[in-house]
T-cell receptor, first 110, second 117 residues
Framework: DQQVKQNSPSLSVQEGRISILNCDYTNSMFDYFLWYKKYPAEGPTFLISISSIKDKNEDGRFTVFLNKSAKHLSLHIVPSQPGDSAVYFCAAWGGNKLVFGAGTILRVKS | NAGVMQNPRHLVRRRGQEARLRCSPMKGHSHVYWYRQLPEEGLKFMVYLQKENIIDESGMPKERFSAEFPKEGPSILRIQQVVRGDSAAYFC???????????????FGDGTRLSIL
């Protein structure tokens, strides 16, 4: 049962443009969400999070939007940079653990 | 380096052998989580431990897998009688408090890549 879904396996964006990564969830009990970034051969690195009492959280070039009624969240990166090329995981706190999506590979072309 | 330390980074075992993966949490963190990532998939929760206690092992396979976090020393994930399907990247994460109650992000190590011949 995939409770957190990232339906786009990959995304390619031109440097300087906006990257939008999407995530859907099915469990209405989830109320805290996180985005992690992962480079090959490294562990995931925390990027940004959002509580369900908010619909937007911003940190520099990264903004996360949450639509509770649609059970959907998105990560916006603007402007995108080549160093942003990585795998991005959406995750939700589910009980004692993080529940992860399968990830989206972001490629930022210079 | 004050981050989560995992060793070894790479481990090769033959079928039937035992694999031991170690994780030292960040300084001041007493909560440890183990996740497994199979190729082309996201990270899947295995077990959550505090010092000397297993809090949640709902993601652990029922056989061959065990985990501990002793009072002294690193957390250990042990896989007995390994099979080809155990080949994966195993990640450890730590947090200073029970993550969900504080909404703390988990901090991850760089993982151990286990290959079974």
């Amino acid at each position: 049962d995939q409770q957190v879904k990232q339906n786009s396996p990959s995304l390619s964006v031109q440097e300087g443009r906006i990257s939008i990564l999407n995530c859907d969830y099915t469990n209405s009990m989830f109320d805290y969400f996180l985005w992690y970034k992962k480079y090959p051969a490294e562990g995931p690195t925390f990027l940004i999070s959002i509580s369900s009492i908010k619909d937007k959280n911003e940190d520099g070039r990264f903004t996360v939007f949450l639509n509770k009624s649609a059970k959907h969240l998105s990560l916006h990166i603007v402007p995108s940079q080549p160093g942003d090329s990585a795998v991005y995981f959406c995750a939700a706190w589910g009980g004692n653990k993080l529940v992860f999506g399968a990830g989206t590979i972001l490629r930022v072309k210079s | 380096n004050a981050g989560v330390m995992q060793n070894p980074r790479h481990l090769v075992r033959r079928r039937g052998q035992e694999a031991r993966l170690r994780c030292s949490p960040m300084k001041g963190h007493s909560h440890v989580y183990w996740y497994r990532q199979l190729p082309e998939e996201g990270l899947k929760f295995m077990v959550y431990l505090q010092k000397e206690n297993i809090i949640d092992e709902s993601g652990m396979p029922k056989e061959r897998f065990s985990a501990e976090f002793p009072k002294e020393g690193p957390s250990i994930l042990r896989i007995q009688q390994v099979v080809r399907g155990d080949s994966a990247a195993y990640f450890c994460a730590s947090s200073p408090r029970r993550g969900r109650l504080s909404n703390q992000p988990q901090h991850f190590g760089d993982g151990t890549r286990l290959s079974i011949l």
